[in-house]
Nanobody, 120 residues
């Protein structure tokens, strides 16, 4: 098993930035990919971004050009840099570890989540 702990959430104004961190208790290199999900009130869980073990990223259309996912394998940490934040980005953000099955990302482990609130 692996334990994932998110941090860095908070309250920001529209147009602001936040950097989320996901620290893993074990090596993240053993997983095919890491990802960030978000869950907003009244909306389904959305896969925001993924990054493979060698650093290839992918993004949801809703955040493309604004968010950047990165990883530090030596520190077993995954980051999500969020820029030009909008109120629609308000959600609980979850870090996950898993892999791609076919073309779809599947999560095997989840963090507790961190709240991101963007005010207008």
């Amino acid at each position: 098993q692996v334990q994932l702990v998110e941090s860095g959430g908070g309250l920001v104004q529209s147009g602001g930035s936040l950097r989320l961190s996901c620290a893993a208790s074990g090596t993240i290199f053993g997983f095919g990919a890491m990802g960030w999900y978000r869950q907003a009130p009244g909306k389904q869980r959305e896969l925001v971004a993924t990054i493979t073990r060698v650093g290839s990223p992918n993004y949801a259309d809703s955040v493309k050009g604004r968010f950047t996912i990165s990883r530090d394998n030596a520190k077993n940490t995954v980051y999500l840099e969020m820029n030009s934040l909008k109120p629609e980005d308000t959600a609980v953000y979850y870090c996950s570890a898993g892999g791609f099955y076919g073309s779809s990302f599947r999560s095997d482990y989840w963090g507790q989540g961190t709240q991101v609130t963007v005010s207008s």
